[in-house]
């Protein structure tokens, strides 16, 4: 029969979890065969060794100061996971329990150690800590960990000099990227931009990409708002070189907004205020770096209160919609117009789109005020049925595609019955040369249906003449930007002679914008333009005003008084 010493023995061999056995000094005194392959050696091997030598040197201290109160009486034993070094380099992690025990024959203290291996505990526990806390496409910090450094930062901070700067970026034009050259391409410029801000800021900064194309930097211990400047305005810069993606070469920038912590001031707060700058900063025309001030609060406020209204007036017919003359330049009479929406408010008045079109692109809320224009302007043309002119109606790039601007367009010439070739749609030119397979897909089916598609504001962008002739274009409009430049024998001119010489010989609409004076209208004519647009032939009025078409008393129509559509525009069709 086993005494209990053959019972211990044989226990301490065959256990499944190592088990060591140290001197007063540290030195293994005896080690089992699951502890030695552990630490991937032998068991003789290692029998006479330190434990030192086989502990990552910064848990030794901690080792040191427990086993000192072990063996002084003041703990009765411990418990820590600690890492241990093996043969072939790696670490491996343990849960370390350990008693001090005292041999009956000679009165020594020894330590006795039961190690169990949780390498894959730890590395499990690890990433899904490393996924709560990072980012998967570019590894940088997510929103929970920047809050957690924020708030210790602006703790440990408060009552220094030195202080905590927020930096808030967001990527111009990188739906543009994303559309155009697809998901992986976007992803990829994000990891390079992630790349190089890492790269412009110090190793103790926090970098977070907070989602989509918004990063955002935690810069600590920085003297002021000049110096957090430099550090915004160096990252912008290292972003900004050129570099390739899918054979094309971008130079991204970034719109950012930079903040500094005051006393007080929670990691919520001056993350939003660094955003409100970095919107300021994209308002102000993107590529550009603000730094926060009060009056953005107040300018945040008041565009949420405007949204909120305008979401109510969209749903209670606040909208109105206002036409202005497109006529036709020999005649100067009119053959079209323009449908303009105003937004009629309450307590301000009669409001113009560039006080609320922004808001409404941000808050998504084109889609419903770009149906309601549609809808209006085929019941202003159902009204007329004598008007043999068009109406165009701008569109916003998010109607078309995902928001199906065709089966919009299908649904209020249906519930009007107007005529399809009666309605135009202004499109801008980035929604024509970065349109998905949907958006072209959508366009594809508007000129089907009949819907003239007018390129708006033609020359602004960065579309190529080919773009033109590639899309279903019927039209164009130069941008008033250009009529501004009449005359300059420069140009200016250069430039409107030669597109009104491209719209007549493709048989498409060409309409010169912002003719205002006497002097810009004789020189289109002589340019060529055929059709013009602008405060000297009329602003835009409600369709009340309008009684171009409209029938009489007894439902007979008034005599036309508007000119006939000229032969070529009646021929324009899609390129």
Not at 78 to 86: A, D, E, G, I, S
Request: proline letters at 4%.
């Amino acid at each position: 029969m086993a005494t209990r010493d053959d019972l211990f023995g044989l226990t301490f061999r065959d256990s499944p979890i190592g088990m060591v056995i140290m001197d007063q000094g540290g030195r293994y005194v005896e080690v089992n065969e699951a502890f030695a392959r552990i630490l991937g050696r032998s068991a003789s091997e290692l029998e006479r060794r330190h434990f030192a030598e086989y502990t990552h040197p910064d848990d030794l201290p901690r080792d040191a100061e427990l086993m000192t109160r072990l063996a002084a009486g003041e703990l009765p034993f411990y418990q820590v996971h600690k890492r241990l070094l093996h043969h072939d380099g790696d670490t491996i992690w343990v849960r370390v329990t350990v008693s001090d025990v005292v041999t009956a024959d000679d009165g020594e203290h020894h330590y006795v150690a039961q190690v169990e291996d949780v390498t894959e505990i730890r590395r499990a526990r690890d990433l899904l800590e490393r996924r709560s806390l990072y980012d998967h496409l570019t590894g940088l910090g997510n929103r929970t960990l920047l809050m957690e450094r924020l708030d210790r930062a602006l703790i440990s901070h408060e009552p220094r000099a030195a202080t905590v700067a927020c930096i808030f970026l967001d990527v111009d034009h990188f739906k543009a990227v994303n559309d155009s050259l697809g998901h992986d391409a976007g992803d990829t410029m994000l990891v390079e931009i992630a790349r190089r801000i890492q790269g412009a800021v110090r190793a103790a900064d926090t970098v977070a990409r907070l989602g989509g194309d918004e990063f955002v930097i935690v810069v600590e211990d920085v003297m002021g708002v000049d110096a957090a400047s430099a550090v915004l305005h160096g990252i912008a810069a290292a972003i900004s070189q050129p570099f390739h993606i899918a054979g094309h070469e971008l130079a991204p920038s970034v719109s950012g907004g930079l903040a500094i912590a005051s006393p007080g001031l929670t990691a919520e707060s001056l993350v939003r205020n660094a955003d409100m700058a970095m919107c300021a900063a994209k308002q102000g025309g993107r590529a550009r770096l603000e730094v926060f001030d009060e009056s953005m609060r107040e300018t945040a406020l008041t565009k949420l209160s405007i949204e909120s209204e305008l979401r109510s007036a969209i749903r209670e017919g606040e909208l109105v919609v206002h036409y202005q003359p497109v006529v036709d330049l020999e005649t100067q009479e009119t053959v079209a117009f323009e449908a303009l929406v105003r937004w009629q408010h309450p307590v301000r008045g009669l409001l113009l789109p560039d006080e609320f079109i922004p808001i409404s692109e941000d808050a998504n809320l084109v889609v419903p005020l770009g149906s309601a224009v549609l809808h209006e302007a085929c019941e202003f043309l159902a009204a007329r049925p004598d008007f043999t002119g068009r109406v165009f109606v701008n569109v916003s790039t998010r109607q078309i595609g995902s928001a199906d601007l065709a089966r919009v367009v299908r649904s209020a010439l249906d519930a009007s019955g107007a005529s399809p070739h009666q309605l135009g749609l202004e499109i801008t030119e980035s929604g024509i040369l970065l349109a998905t397979a949907s958006a072209r897909a959508d366009l594809k089916a508007l000129t089907e249906l009949g819907v003239d598609l007018i390129l708006d504001d033609f020359g602004t962008g960065y579309s190529a003449l080919s773009s033109v002739l590639q899309n279903p274009v019927s039209g164009l409009k130069l941008a008033r930007e250009f009529t501004l430049r009449l005359g300059d024998r420069g140009t200016g001119d250069r430039i409107s002679t030669a597109m009104a010489a491209l719209t007549r010989s493709l048989t498409m609409y060409g309409v010169i914008e912002g003719i205002e004076t006497e002097a810009q209208f004789a020189i289109a004519r002589r340019h060529g333009w055929q059709l013009g647009q602008g405060f000297l032939f009329g602003h835009a009025v409600p369709a009340s005003e309008i009684t171009l078409g409209l029938p009489v008393d007894g439902g007979e129509a008034d005599a036309p008084t508007t000119a006939p559509m000229p032969n070529w525009l009646e021929d324009a069709s899609p390129r």
